[in-house]
């Protein structure tokens, strides 16, 4: 089956310690994304990737980095920076990204999502 | 900077009635997408609308841009309790800027 996935579905961290949050498809998408989405709000943009090797910041890039080595994986790294990282984290791709926005092709496919809770 | 408004927040039905949910952005959009997001869940796709007046319908969900492809709106005729979530609208601001509406929760009582 042809999906995008998350991994830790639940996660808790201590603060002071950074964490990474999986993201793989399989879908051969070229763009994809990271999302953080706080209780009773949208979502808003940390990171956007439109090919391998190359991402972008989002809205709200501080205190997170990410990579983008391999077409398929677009791991997050949660930083000891990020000042309220408690929030759900939700991963999408797509086929076409935010270069050619208005030629459409960017249905975003989004991951079962990562919950993050810092003690 | 470009902005968006979705109304509204909640909205309580009975199962069977009508549900509407508007989304308004201070500029005018290249195409506008919606997603619904039920409780616990992500996001799924649900359409994209490109054209000034477009209209599409998917069985009980009618979609709208406006012609001035400044707004948009999402109509449910009929809700069912598998209606139930919070529906978004999303768009691009311009460059690296993807924008989502605060989304519209609907519960729906049997």
């Known amino acids: 089956d042809g999906g995008i996935t998350q991994s830790p579905k639940y996660l808790f961290r201590k603060e002071g310690q950074n964490v990474t949050l999986s993201c793989e498809q399989n879908?051969?998408?070229?763009?994809m994304y990271w999302y953080r989405q706080d209780p009773g709000q949208g979502l808003r943009l940390i990171y956007y990737?439109?090919?391998?090797?190359?991402?972008q910041k989002g809205d709200i890039a501080e205190g997170y980095s990410v990579s983008r080595e391999k077409k398929e994986s677009f791991p997050l790294t949660v930083t000891s920076a990020q000042k309220n990282p408690t929030a759900f984290y939700l991963c999408?791709?797509?086929?076409?990204?935010?270069?050619?926005?208005?030629?459409?092709?960017?249905?975003?496919?989004f991951g079962p999502g990562t919950r993050l809770t810092v003690l | 900077g470009q902005q968006v408004m979705q109304i509204p927040q909640y909205q309580h039905v009975q199962e069977g009635e009508d549900f509407t949910t508007y989304c308004n952005s201070s500029?005018?959009?290249?195409?506008i997408q919606w997603y619904k997001q039920r409780p616990g869940g992500h996001p799924v796709f649900l359409i994209q609308?490109?054209?000034?007046?477009e209209v599409k319908k998917q069985k009980r969900l009618t979609f709208q841009f406006g012609e001035a492809k400044k707004n948009s709106s999402l109509h449910i005729t009929a809700t069912q309790t598998t209606d139930v979530g919070t529906y978004f609208c999303?768009?691009?601001?311009?460059?690296?800027?993807?924008?989502f509406g605060a989304g519209t929760r609907l519960a729906v009582h049997p």
């Open positions: 999408a791709s797509s086929i076409g990204g935010l270069a050619g926005w208005s030629e459409g092709y960017n249905e975003q496919f």
């Open positions: 879908l051969n998408h070229d763009a």
């Open positions: 990737s439109q090919i391998v090797n190359d991402f």
């Open positions: 500029t005018t959009l290249s195409n």
């Open positions: 609308l490109v054209k000034s007046g």
């Open positions: 999303m768009f691009s601001g311009g460059y690296n800027k993807l924008i």
